[in-house]
């Protein structure tokens, strides 16, 4: 199997998309989002999780032989994650302090000390633990960062303490991963033990790569057929309230990702396509930006031109959003996680 799967690069561009839809919510009772499949969109983050699992079982699973090996395969994954995270923590909280006493303020007075104790959970990869209290971070999205970090040390540790036991170990992680969320009767867990929920998803995906690293497909006519059950599920979720049925998008989503590594149907082909590889390559900054995109644009929009929120202005608000979304991560790609990444890796060796 090869290193890199393009068709899955070109999905997780289109949904990180979607998630900007999904948390352009400041006008609820707006069909652009008071429908079943964008509120529901949230649940792509799983998508990214299970993808993540996959993709580092791909090239890792085999690579993890020593304490060595461990240390440097987290000091990778640091820089992959860490500038990015770090910038848009900053620019947020200067955002914050700035909009304090001006139209920018988003919400209601917060204090310097909330400012501070969101930021250090942030930026110690803890937003998605109780570690340091359940705070929702000031870049709302980042808590799925320290879901993602947990799991890479998890994944690590058993690879090098467990080898011959680890997809043992991942499957028991997931099924205790499962009890934990149904105990708590609730499947879309964030701020306090969203890592539970990273962990069922990412050891997923670890074993959805052995699955595929067994056999050889050809599931191009699945490609449709997948989606249309994914978007009846989602509707399925939303209009029952299904809440803990929400627990079948993991294992959806690994169908999902067997059924791309393994076509080459129009779909795929599509998804290999110049833009949505792009939009694949800057996914990870579209989704830590847009939060701060949506305040922006909706504070310029309806604040300060004081546009009136009918659907065609909250239309504008979401393409715009979506846009200026997509051009400044081009920036952020090409100047903190590409630039700053390289900075680091030559500092590092």
């Not at 993602?148 to 303490?161: A, D, N, R």
């Amino acid at each position: 199997m090869k290193d890199r799967v393009e068709q899955l690069d070109g999905l997780r561009g289109i949904f990180s998309v979607l998630v900007i839809a999904h948390h352009h919510n400041a006008f609820k009772s707006s069909p652009l989002y008071n429908n079943f499949f964008v509120i529901n969109s949230s649940l792509f983050v799983d998508f990214f999780f299970v993808l993540s699992g996959f993709v580092i079982a791909l090239n890792y699973v085999n690579r993890i032989n020593s304490t060595g090996d461990f240390l440097t395969f987290l000091k990778k994954r640091f820089i992959r994650l860490y500038p990015l995270l770090f910038f848009t923590e900053i620019v947020f909280v200067i955002a914050n302090l700035l909009g304090e006493q001006s139209p920018m303020k988003n919400v209601g007075s917060l204090g310097m000390e909330y400012y501070l104790l969101t930021t250090f959970d942030t930026i110690t990869f803890m937003g998605s633990t109780p570690v340091f209290g359940a705070w929702v971070a000031n870049n709302y999205p980042s808590w799925s960062i320290s879901a993602e970090m947990v799991s890479y040390v998890v994944f690590g540790l058993v690879i090098l303490l467990l080898p011959k036991m680890k997809y043992l170990t991942f499957v028991v992680i997931m099924i205790i991963s499962g009890f934990f969320i149904v105990s708590r009767g609730e499947y879309l867990l964030a701020y306090d033990y969203g890592f539970v929920r990273g962990l069922l998803c990412f050891c997923l995906g670890i074993l959805t790569h052995l699955f595929l690293s067994k056999r050889t497909f050809q599931l191009s006519s699945f490609e449709i057929p997948f989606l249309l059950t994914l978007v009846l599920a989602m509707y399925a979720v939303h209009h029952w309230e299904l809440n803990l049925w929400k627990l079948i998008f993991p294992p959806l989503f690994a169908i999902g990702i067997t059924i791309f590594a393994s076509s080459t149907g129009f779909v795929s082909k599509m998804l290999s396509s110049a833009p949505f590889q792009y939009l694949g390559r800057i996914s990870y900054s579209i989704y830590l930006n847009h939060a701060i995109v949506l305040i922006f644009v909706n504070v310029i929009l309806f604040r300060l031109l004081k546009s009136p929120p009918t659907e065609w202005m909250i239309a504008i608000s979401l393409v715009s959003s979506i846009t200026l979304t997509i051009c400044y991560s081009h920036f952020t790609y090409e100047f903190i996680e590409k630039r700053f990444g390289k900075f680091l890796r030559s500092k590092w060796g």
